[in-house]
């Protein structure tokens, strides 16, 4: 066999370099070495192939949450909701994308876990107190709370005052229904 040449089981020219020494017929060498390893596996464990363990994560908490916005675009948003929890583990910004994940799923108490979390973990955070304010208005419960909340956003955050003016607006719509 030629050095080019790729080993195949089915190859006659494989299947054909048996060699007989004094009687005996022996494998070639290639087939012998697949067969001491197959009987090693079955010895040393089963069949179980050894395992790669990563001790590392290879990817940035910034990168996790870049791969999350690229699976949420997709729409695959199990798989965005997993990298926002990788990156969670240093990076609380990903906890606003967490609850942004359960409010589309419409887990809305998971939402609302997420977002207080984002609070704890970043109280500057002017989106995340829209949020949860939104989410109240959504649920209608806890008006007063989402006032309050909004309001905290536009303090926080001065240049999104329409953004988050448009849920206090909203809030205080519904407050005056009830």
């Given at each position: 066999m030629g050095k080019d040449?790729?080993?195949?089981?089915t190859d006659k020219e494989t299947v054909n370099s048996y060699k007989r020494v004094k009687g005996k017929t022996y494998l070639a060498p290639c087939l012998f070495i697949i067969l001491l390893a197959a009987c090693y596996l079955l010895l040393a464990g089963g069949c179980a192939m050894p395992k790669i363990i990563i001790l590392d994560d290879p990817l940035s908490p910034e990168e996790h949450i870049t791969l999350g916005?690229?699976?949420?675009?997709?729409?695959?948003?199990?798989?965005?909701?997993?990298?926002?929890?990788?990156?969670?583990?240093?990076?609380?910004?990903?906890?606003?994308?967490?609850?942004?994940?359960?409010?589309?799923?419409?887990?809305?108490?998971?939402?609302?876990?997420?977002?207080?979390?984002?609070?704890?973990?970043?109280?500057?955070?002017?989106?995340?107190?829209?949020?949860?304010?939104?989410?109240?208005?959504?649920?209608?419960?806890?008006?007063?709370e989402a006032e309050t909340l909004a309001l905290k956003a536009v303090e926080l955050n001065p240049s999104k005052k329409d953004i988050y003016q448009d849920t206090l607006e909203k809030i205080r719509e519904l407050k005056g229904q009830k």
């Amino acid at each position: 066999m030629g050095k080019d040449k790729v080993l195949d089981a089915t190859d006659k020219e494989t299947v054909n370099s048996y060699k007989r020494v004094k009687g005996k017929t022996y494998l070639a060498p290639c087939l012998f070495i697949i067969l001491l390893a197959a009987c090693y596996l079955l010895l040393a464990g089963g069949c179980a192939m050894p395992k790669i363990i990563i001790l590392d994560d290879p990817l940035s908490p910034e990168e996790h949450i870049t791969l999350g916005v690229v699976y949420e675009k997709k729409g695959e948003i199990d798989n965005a909701l997993k990298e926002y929890k990788l990156a969670s583990k240093k990076l609380p910004l990903a906890y606003l994308y967490m609850g942004n994940i359960f409010f589309q799923k419409n887990e809305l108490d998971e939402a609302k876990s997420a977002y207080r979390k984002a609070i704890k973990k970043d109280p500057n955070n002017s989106d995340v107190y829209n949020n949860l304010a939104w989410l109240y208005y959504t649920k209608k419960e806890n008006l007063d709370e989402a006032e309050t909340l909004a309001l905290k956003a536009v303090e926080l955050n001065p240049s999104k005052k329409d953004i988050y003016q448009d849920t206090l607006e909203k809030i205080r719509e519904l407050k005056g229904q009830k």
